[in-house]
């Protein structure tokens, strides 16, 4: 369920009209709904109900202070992925107790900045970083809480550039080597082992490849604890896929998933944490979009409009389908037309959908992306020089610009010509 829906014949965003909003900032632009995101998280807060857990937001899939000031304000805790994402996730007012730091690359200057603000654990998945932590931490006289993130060997199946817990993926350590790198760390000066971690991939629309990780985890909290390590955190990860379209896909609700963790590894007494960031923001956002020409084509009608493949990316590079709606509700029975959406950028890439087929739509209408809230915005790009795609956010009556667009001057003045010209 989102808070997009028509009203006296326009799409709003709770109660705000989405035309309201473009004659003001503009298109193309991405909308956000409060009352969903806290809606999504909510459902993830109350599916772990009874048991000690933290729903640790994965911010990589919308990461405007925003959000994320909204999604800590109702208790969530943050998983980033790089330093900028710990400053940002700081600057919105999270406290470093709540951000965990996952991440196959961590540099030293990272593990600095963590280690400094404060940080409630690394979820480490190499011996190299754990040793380059370690020595970060004591030359800092301090003690870095760490998992290990666990490679289970588990097929997500999801889209290959999205699965992350098979051997052959360069996520984590091998579970067969657990008990090694356990040892490992526990030697090491500067960590406190505090429990395991696993991520199994992304957009995953089943249970089943969880409850094959989360059984494995559970085998290993015993055998690690036998081996005498204080295993008493489990960091479940991410990955609950969400519907691309209305009509069929019905993915397992948050709270399936968390019946399926409390079966699970529920009896092991662990604080739980939770990693899900595509299902509190895919469906809270859409990107609203103009049409700038109707051509007809030699055997297909193209819809050129102003959005492109710079500002939402995922259907060039994931395939990934949208459901694209008009911001104008057509009248009940009107004859759907058949269009190839398309952006402005030159190369064929930058195409949204192939013969889809949908209500007619006229140069000068909106038409809006649905669930374009996570990986949207943040993969968006300046490419073909098109200013970085503003972000607004809609809460009840009121909306506010919360990353405007940039002007082209200041793009312009990004650029710093050499000396010798
Ligand atoms: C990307 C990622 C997530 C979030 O995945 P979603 O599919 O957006 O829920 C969680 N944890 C880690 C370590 C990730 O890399």
């Not at 807060?45 to 925003?66: F, I, P, R």
């Not at 399926?260 to 092991?268: E, N, Q």
């Not at 959908?353 to 038409?367: K, T, W």
């Not at 610009?401 to 000396?419: G, H, M, N, S, W």
Request: hydrophobic residues 40%.
């Amino acid at each position: 369920m989102d808070h997009f829906l028509y009203r006296d014949g326009t799409l709003h965003a709770e109660d705000v009209p989405l035309s309201e909003i473009a004659a003001e900032v503009g298109t193309p632009f991405y909308v956000y709904s409060t009352a969903t995101l806290l809606r999504h998280y909510t459902l993830f807060d109350e599916a772990l109900e009874g048991t000690d857990h933290l729903v640790c937001y994965a911010m990589k899939a919308a990461s405007n202070q925003a959000i994320l000031k909204t999604l800590a304000e109702a208790g969530a805790g943050m998983d980033v992925v790089s330093q900028g994402e710990y400053l940002r996730a700081r600057a919105a007012g999270v406290p470093g107790d709540r951000i965990v730091f996952s991440g196959v690359g961590k540099t030293a200057a990272e593990m600095r900045t963590a280690l400094e603000g404060g940080i409630r654990q690394f979820n480490v998945e190499s011996e190299p970083e754990m040793q380059a932590l370690s020595a970060v931490a004591s030359e800092m006289g301090r003690i870095a809480p760490i998992t290990i993130r666990i490679n289970p060997d588990v097929d997500a199946k999801t889209h290959a550039k999205i699965a992350t817990g098979k051997s052959e993926n360069k996520f984590g350590i091998p579970i067969s080597r657990a008990r090694q790198v356990y040892a490992l760390a526990a030697s090491l000066p500067g960590l406190e082992v505090i429990g395991i971690d696993v991520h199994i991939g992304s957009q995953l629309t089943e249970l089943a490849p969880f409850e094959a990780a989360y059984l494995k985890v559970a085998e290993l909290t015993e055998t690690l604890r036998a081996d005498g390590h204080d295993i008493r955190r489990l960091d479940l990860g991410g990955g609950l896929g969400i519907p691309y379209t209305r009509s069929n896909e019905a993915p397992p609700l948050p709270l399936e998933y968390g019946v399926l963790i409390k079966r699970t590894v529920g009896h092991l007494g662990c604080e739980i944490e939770i990693e899900p960031g595509r299902l509190i923001a895919g469906n809270a956002g859409l990107l609203v979009t103009g049409v700038i020409y109707v051509k007809s084509g030699e055997d297909r009608d193209f819809l050129i409009v102003d959005g492109a493949m710079n500002d939402l990316i995922r259907p060039a590079m994931y395939e990934a389908h949208h459901d694209i709606i008009p911001v104008t509700e057509p009248a009940p029975g009107t004859e759907h037309a058949t269009y190839d959406i398309v952006g402005p950028v030159c190369e064929t890439g930058d195409t949204f959908a192939r013969q889809r087929a949908m209500p007619p739509v006229a140069a000068g209408d909106l038409i809006a992306f649905r669930s374009a809230g996570a990986y949207g915005a943040v993969m968006a790009s300046e490419y073909n020089t098109r200013p970085l795609v503003p972000e607004v956010m809609v809460n009840g009556d009121q909306f506010a610009v919360i990353r405007r667009r940039p002007t082209f001057d200041e793009i312009l003045k990004r650029d710093t010509i050499p000396a010798w010209l």
